[in-house]
């Protein structure tokens, strides 16, 4: 295969929502440029994209896929997208590693939530973006009307630079950067360049100067040649397009029929000709605040942005070239471990298949296989330290759930797994709860929970379950309480005996030092599962020894891991040991240790217990016109409203949630508005219990 530089590789990444037509695109500009000799459709489950079961199954893009193309001296790599929202992180990082982003809208529906989403994602990297209006042939086709609503999601930066029209019962496409109309035949293909009807010269002349100014307004040069001369050449044009697109201020705006291949070849024309490669980009810093040079003459230093594991290849790994060269059989040091991975294989991947290379060049897209050390996020470089790749922020999980395996013998293999799973995908978040003894895993909806399961079972072998997790409560107390214990056992010989008298009080930061008691040595234990245990030792005269203190704290210790409500962790308490008995013999620290833990129990339900609940911050990104039904659904689960803030069309509710009420809410959320809302959450603080709330749990 050809070996390209860096200003004739073209990495661009199909994002837009469900159904847009991605897939279909991505297929047909292979087939357009002779890589492929048929294309091959989502209904016959025969493209190269969508190649994995669970694709055909779903006949819709569930990862996402690399392929390439070559179009007039320039290298397309393509990243196809899934659309929905539950795999955003295959959307991410490959918005991460892509020179321009192509936004496939559905003529039929404009700018949809999916697309709003993406669009967030977009704009916070700041990556040149064209926008592709597509099936324009379809019946229910609305250009102007996705056009508005491409203009209402970026602004008037959103330029045209094609509109269809229809000559004769023909499907046509003005194209205002060239100003030429290309017509089509029934199949598509390669159109007739013609000129522009008389009908319509006007409103092309009107969205040509249009684009001149958008142009010029994007270089210097550019302006003192227009104010000159009045206008711009094509050349002039291109280059103040692809400037304004560098700049994220130009969004040039095309129309195709994918599945018909109307429109492809001019697209792919463009993508070559103006669209910014990676040479156009500027320098990448490092974690380290290195810049990473663009140039096939530095060192090599590639990035992880996927990998994915296939039965009968093993770990397939994709990078980035940042900088320099790689070639099979290079030795590069991975910056997070330290570990040395060998290049033993290169490949161009088109979907499944891949094409063996021997080298591959700053800019470009590739994979190998084999890797022992590196997951999804890592860098490789020919040095240990100064030049990782800033490494792709993922969202947190929306849903949670406990997962098991079916079959008890099979843990090890499902924890064996998971752990392969989460290396490939980081939205998936799996951890062990010490507290609650399970197994949780985090995702980003109920479509990607069923994703996991589908591959654990189809391609690890492993059956699982879900479940509610249960949740981490906490027990407190809310005034003070004293109590008393001897503990006494004789049978025969040496005995147990020992009396703790305590006195215990609620703990908060800065209260002042217990009063009426001689303060002989204070601890401040940090717990593990938060909170603290304060610890005073206000014995008088000896009547403990201090050598059996430790075991008194390790009595009380032992009664917080278990709380007497409900077994869980208890916090916040500081305690008093200020008097108590012990017998020359028969005392000892086991026994001190029981008696100071019946003393502490006792205490603690005399002293107003009450538990504690974990809570969350919520933000929800609703539509205006949904606003009432998901703040009553809200409230169903005894959120409190902080505040409601304005984002354009949206609602931002801003809420506490308890964690307990949030179980199935991403689902509910869905159903309610039709998908269009979107949320986040992250821990906010331990609350109260309502008492009714209590009175259930403790029974």
């Keep these: ?201 006007e409103l092309a002349n009107q969205l040509h100067n249009e684009l001149v100014e958008k142009a010029a307004e994007n270089d210097e040069e550019l302006m003192e040649l227009f104010f000159d001369k009045g206008t711009l050449n094509e050349d002039e044009m291109r280059t103040g397009i692809k400037a304004g697109m560098l700049n994220h201020e130009v969004f040039p705006v095309f129309c195709v029929s994918a599945i018909n291949d109307m429109g492809t070849g001019r697209l792919m024309g463009f993508i070559d000709n103006v669209a910014p490669a990676a040479a156009d980009l500027k320098p990448e810093q490092s974690v380290e605040g290195n810049e990473i040079k663009r140039s096939k003459d530095a060192a090599p230093v590639l990035f992880v942005f ?52 021997a080298k591959l060049t700053t800019g470009d897209i590739g994979a190998t296989t084999k890797l022992k050390f590196t997951e999804t996020n890592d860098t490789l470089a020919t040095k240990a330290e100064g030049f990782t790749i800033k490494p792709i922020q993922y969202p947190d999980p929306r849903i949670t ?49 069923a994703t996991i399961t589908w591959t654990l079972e189809n391609i690890y072998g492993v059956k699982v379950g879900f479940k509610k997790p ?66 005073y030792n206000c014995i008088v005269g000896g009547a403990i020894d201090t050598r059996y203190l430790p075991s008194v704290q390790k009595g009380i210790l032992e009664v917080m891991e278990a709380g007497p409500l409900t077994n869980s962790f208890a916090r916040d308490i500081r305690v008093m040991v200020y008097d108590g008995k012990m017998h020359s013999v028969d005392s000892n620290d086991i026994s001190f240790k029981i008696a100071a833990a019946h003393a502490f129990k006792e205490a603690f339900l005399n002293a107003n217990p009450r538990l504690l609940e974990p809570t969350k911050e919520i933000s929800v990104k609703v539509p205006e016109q949904m606003v009432g039904n998901v703040m009553t659904e809200l409230q169903s689960r005894r959120s409190m409203i902080l505040g409601i803030e304005t984002e354009g069309n949206y609602q931002v509710l801003k809420c506490i949630t308890p964690a307990a009420e949030l179980f199935g809410f991403s689902t509910v959320l869905r159903s309610l508005t039709q998908g269009k809302a979107t949320f986040n959450s992250k821990f906010s603080s331990y609350q109260t219990v309502p008492t009714n709330v209590q009175k259930e749990l403790v029974s």
């Design 1 to 201: 295969m050809k070996i390209y530089d860096d200003k004739h590789i073209k990495n661009v990444v199909f994002v837009g929502a469900h159904n847009s037509g991605k897939t279909t695109l991505a297929e047909t500009m292979l087939f357009e440029a002779g890589i492929i000799k048929r294309r091959g459709a989502i209904e016959t489950k025969n493209t190269i994209s969508d190649y994995q079961e669970i694709e055909h199954e779903r006949q819709a893009s569930v990862f996402a896929t690399p392929l390439h193309t070559e179009w007039r001296n320039y290298k397309i790599n393509i990243i196809d997208t899934p659309g929905l929202d539950d795999f955003i992180g295959e959307i991410i990082s490959s918005i991460r590693v892509s020179d321009t982003i192509t936004t496939v809208i559905n003529a039929k529906h404009g700018v949809e939530i999916g697309t709003e989403i993406i669009w967030n994602y977009i704009d916070k990297y700041h990556k040149p973006t064209l926008f592709v209006i597509n099936q324009i042939d379809h019946k229910d086709a609305n250009f102007e009307n996705s056009f508005n609503s491409i203009k209402a999601l970026v602004g008037n930066n959103a330029i045209k630079i094609q509109y269809p029209l229809k000559v004769d019962g023909s499907q046509c496409i003005i194209d205002v950067l060239k100003m030429k109309m290309y017509k089509f035949g029934p199949e598509g293909g390669k159109p007739e360049k013609l000129a522009i009807p008389e009908d319509q010269i």
């Design 401 to 449: 759930k406990v997962i098991f395996a079916e079959n008890v013998k099979e843990e090890e293999k499902l924890s064996e797994s998971l752990k392969r799973l989460q290396s490939q995908d980081p939205t998936i978040v799996v951890n062990y709860s010490n507290e609650t003894k399970e197994t949780l895993i985090g995702c980003q909806g109920e479509l990607h929970l």
């Design 470 to 535: 249960k949740i981490q409560y906490r027990e407190t107390i809310q005034r003070s309480a004293n109590a008393n214990y001897r503990h006494k056992k004789q049978s025969g010989g040496s005995g147990q005996f020992a009396q703790v008298h305590l006195k215990i009080e609620p703990w908060y930061e800065g209260m002042p030092e217990p009063e009426g008691f001689n303060l002989r040595g204070k601890e401040v234990v940090e717990l593990p599962w938060g909170g603290k245990l304060v610890f």
């Design 306 to 357: 996927k990998s994915i594991y296939q039965p009968n290849l093993g770990q397939i790994t994709f990078f980035k070239v940042k900088s320099g060269e790689i070639h099979v059989n290079d030795k590069l040091i991975n910056s997070r471990n330290g570990e040395t991975e060998t290049i033993n294989q290169l490949y161009i991947m088109d979907g499944k298949n891949k094409e063996p290379v």
